[in-house]
């Protein structure tokens, strides 16, 4: 089984973004995306059953977006692909899409990986806009996966107002929740490994993905980005025995009852 | 004027709310066209039109249960009759996914989690909140059909009725579409409560209740003041609420009129879900709990002393 795992460097989420004068958002001094290390950890759990898996983690992004491969791998896996090219720079989760699965097409893989969302821009696009590009399955916000040995994939997925179980045959694409499993820590006798494990970097000519396609070229366009006013500061009483008539009070005043 | 599509859904009971704003949003760019499938009945067809629906496009095929890929079709098919000025989904994760692929089908642009739908020169023009809402961005599609998905409470439902034409049409799925298929579906049971993203009021509570028996108490509440019920992640991870009333970063975004924090510590995850709320309250033991830094209004104190006092209160100022 051939494992792709699409993993996103990110901006610190605690931290206070920044933007560059045309309205991207500077990405130095990022992370692996929480998120996809849920993903990772499905990979991991199938290479650890499954005799024979490869697990490759795949990012687009900028020459520091190789510290999140280097981060997916010390958890595990065996190699990495890092698409970088100074093209690529501007580009939305649909010129993202254009460009993973071009290397996805490349990397043919069984089963590809996603995180339910990336913690910055956090749209869920880019899983299913993989899926249409490859005219694959996608099954998304899985809680649950489980893959039988005639290739099929199910999961479980919790919509609002039903538990829903969906199937597909491989090869497909699957998003994962942080409901599927605790990702492990790397070891550091992994973090040693993954300093050894290949890590190939593709530009946008080596993928034959067209220039024009992506970065500023994008589909959507920023007008504007305005920091929001900051909430006023609250009243914060004790309780002091009287907690619960205090806020009735506030809650009155404020017409709620 | 041209068409704007309108992804209403499966209908099984009255339209809901999500849909009525979104066809008060539609009415802003063009003529909205109610996109549906399942049981589209005269009370639908009223209530649509009322809304300001000109046309209710009922596909006519189960497959849409069957298939999540269906839409897809169902909506790229209508797209390349009309050439719509734009195609309105909600931002849920079903509404996101249909616009992901059908931006991809139709080679046009898509826009999520909008606040704000507002017509412009160059086509919608569309308003998000970024970076846990920190920051406001405005933003459009260019080239291509702009596909939008809508978070919920974007807009107030507004009549504006209209005596919508009905057209129907069948829905033939090609291989690629069925390659991902429902199995079976569980249906939960209603609580009876208002839906968490429709909301006005959202009660919610986390590890200080300290079991599933205590959420009892996040529920009374909850039912004194007409409120929704919603969870932390700890107190979900627990096993005291189910997921689906989980706040957050991977749960649901709210943005009520009033969210009332109980035994909540106010995690950087936790606040991503809910720090757009109009008014928000804590009830907090800890004075230096981050939820404070949010809050409103905030009570220092333990929970099992004023939440109850609180009900007692709620009721005997309501008698
Ligand atoms: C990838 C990822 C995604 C996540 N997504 C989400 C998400 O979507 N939603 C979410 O909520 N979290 C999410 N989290 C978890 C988040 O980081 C926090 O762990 C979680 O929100 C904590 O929940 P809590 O506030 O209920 O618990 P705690 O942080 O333990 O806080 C409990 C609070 O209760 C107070 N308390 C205890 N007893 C009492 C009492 N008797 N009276 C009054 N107050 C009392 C304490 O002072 C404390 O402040 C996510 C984490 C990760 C890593």
Request: include cysteine.
């Amino acid at each position: 089984m051939n494992i792709v795992v699409c993993v996103k460097y990110v901006p610190d989420l605690a931290a206070q973004p920044r933007f560059t004068a045309d309205h991207r958002v500077d990405r130095a001094g990022g992370q692996l995306s929480e998120l996809d290390e849920y993903a990772v950890e499905q990979a991991l759990r199938v290479a650890d059953t499954v005799p024979g898996t490869h697990v490759t983690h795949l990012t687009v992004g900028p020459p520091p977006a190789a510290e999140a491969l280097r981060r997916a791998l010390a958890m595990g896996g065996d190699a990495a692909v890092h698409v970088s090219d100074a093209g690529i720079a501007g580009s939305d989760a649909p010129a993202t899409a254009l460009i993973l699965a071009a290397a996805l097409r490349r990397l043919t893989p069984d089963l590809v990986l996603c995180a339910m969302a990336s913690t910055d821009g956090g749209t869920s696009l880019v899983p299913a806009m993989l899926a249409e590009h490859l005219e694959w399955p996608q099954l998304t916000f899985a809680a649950e996966m489980t893959l039988d040995q005639g290739g099929t994939v199910q999961i479980r997925r919790e919509a609002t107002g039903e538990v829903r179980h969906l199937a597909a045959e491989l090869p497909a694409v699957v998003s994962v929740t942080d409901r599927i499993g605790d990702p492990r820590y790397p070891s550091f006798k992994g973090i040693m490994a993954a300093k050894k494990k290949p890590l190939d970097t593709w530009t946008l000519a080596d993928l034959g993905v067209p220039a024009d396609r992506v970065g500023p070229a994008a589909r959507t366009v920023v007008d504007g980005i305005t920091a929001r006013p900051p909430r006023a500061a609250g009243t914060i009483v004790p309780a002091e025995g009287e907690g619960g008539r205090r806020l009735a009070d506030f809650l009155s005043t404020q017409k709620f009852i | 004027m041209s068409d704007v599509l309108v992804l209403v859904g499966h209908l099984a009971g009255p339209v809901g709310k999500a849909g009525l704003e979104l066809l008060t949003l539609a009415r802003r760019l063009g003529d909205p066209v109610a996109v549906c499938a399942g049981t589209v009945d005269e009370r639908a067809v009223e209530t649509l039109g009322r809304y300001g629906a000109r046309r209710i496009h009922v596909i006519e095929s189960d497959d849409v249960r069957e298939y999540p890929v269906a839409w897809v079709r169902a909506l790229a098919d209508l797209a390349a009759g009309t050439r719509p000025v734009a195609v309105l989904t909600e931002s849920t994760p079903d509404g996101r996914e249909t616009a992901a692929r059908l931006s991809i089908r139709l080679d046009g642009g898509v826009l999520t989690d909008a606040v704000d739908v507002q017509p412009g020169p160059d086509g919608p023009v569309i308003t998000q909140w970024a970076f846990a809402a920190g920051y406001t961005v405005t933003s459009r599609v260019v080239g291509g059909i702009p596909i939008i998905a809508v978070k919920s409470n974007a807009a107030v439902p507004e009549e504006a009725p209209a005596t919508p034409m009905v057209t129907r049409s069948p829905l033939v799925l090609d291989e690629a579409d069925r390659r991902t298929r429902v199995v079976s579906r569980e249906p939960r049971e209603s609580t009876g409560r208002p839906q968490l993203t429709e909301a006005d009021i959202v009660v919610s509570g986390g590890r200080g209740l300290g079991g599933a028996e205590q959420f009892e108490l996040i529920e009374r509440l909850a039912d004194a003041l007409g409120a929704a019920v919603g969870a932390s992640r700890a107190a979900v991870d627990a096993g005291w609420y189910a997921h689906t009333h989980q706040v957050g970063q991977t749960g649901v975004t709210v943005s009520p009129q009033l969210y009332i924090a109980v035994g909540i510590s106010g995690a950087i995850q936790h606040r991503a879900g809910m720090q757009t709320s109009k008014t928000i309250v804590a009830v907090n033991k800890d004075a230096e709990a981050p939820i404070f830094e949010l809050a409103d209004y905030g009570v220092v104190g333990d929970l099992f002393e004023v939440v109850p006092q609180l009900l007692d209160e709620v009721t005997r100022r309501r008698a």
